[in-house]
């Protein structure tokens, strides 16, 4: 059985301006959830993780081969009018976030679409929402805003003008980025750098 809810993705409508994106609220199933968190990595430290960096359980290993899936892979294709056949996929996850975290920010070239899952369950605080905008220099520029909660789904095109950012929070925030990449190469420096930084985190913790 699928834990993500496609069918709701495929009937998305892709928004063009400013930049190529869509949002699904619950995309993945609520009844999937509990388990979920329950077999989610334990994260200590604030920053991106790789998956080889991580231990977690069955439910957890089950949603992130399903994202990495050819299912899903030909729906972000369709939606957003590419060709992903011979295009990598990266995928990292975040426990927390810090106070530094969520200025204001485009992705690298190297990235084609990006792809934000939230993990957390019902969202309260004014921080960490995050903010697709109009702009680099006001947060307040809001295209669209997404609490982090309830498997909501956020993607989009990685253009020069993508930019997006969360106000400032300070704790416990569970998140994965998935994304397509132009190269095996920007794979493997993303996989490289993220695993350096992994080792550094675990160090620093320990």
Not at 27 to 53: H, M, Q, T, W, Y
Not at 164 to 190: I, K
Request: proline share 5%.
């Amino acid at each position: 059985m699928s834990m993500l809810e496609l069918a709701a993705l495929r009937e998305t409508t892709l928004i063009s301006e400013p930049f190529e994106h869509l949002i699904v609220p619950r995309f993945v199933k609520a009844e999937c959830l509990e388990a979920i968190e329950r077999d989610f990595p334990p994260i200590a430290s604030g920053g991106s993780f790789p998956l080889n960096s991580l231990h977690y359980g069955p439910a957890f290993e089950e949603l992130t081969d399903e994202l990495l899936g050819d299912d899903v892979r030909q729906v972000f294709a369709e939606k957003f009018a590419m060709d992903l056949s011979e295009r990598p996929a990266t995928l990292t996850v975040r426990g927390r976030t810090r106070l530094k975290d969520g200025q204001i920010h485009i992705d690298s070239k190297t990235k084609l679409i990006t792809v934000l899952l939230y993990l957390n369950r019902h969202w309260t605080a004014g921080g960490g929402r995050l903010r697709l905008l109009r702009s680099e220099h006001d947060l307040e520029d809001v295209v669209a805003e997404v609490p982090p909660d309830q498997g909501a789904l956020v993607a989009f095109r990685c253009r020069p003008n993508a930019w997006h950012g969360h106000y400032p929070f300070d704790g416990e925030r569970r998140s994965m980025q998935l994304n397509y990449v132009v190269s095996e190469t920007a794979s493997r420096w993303s996989s490289l750098r993220h695993s350096v930084s992994a080792l550094f985190k675990s160090r620093r913790a320990a």
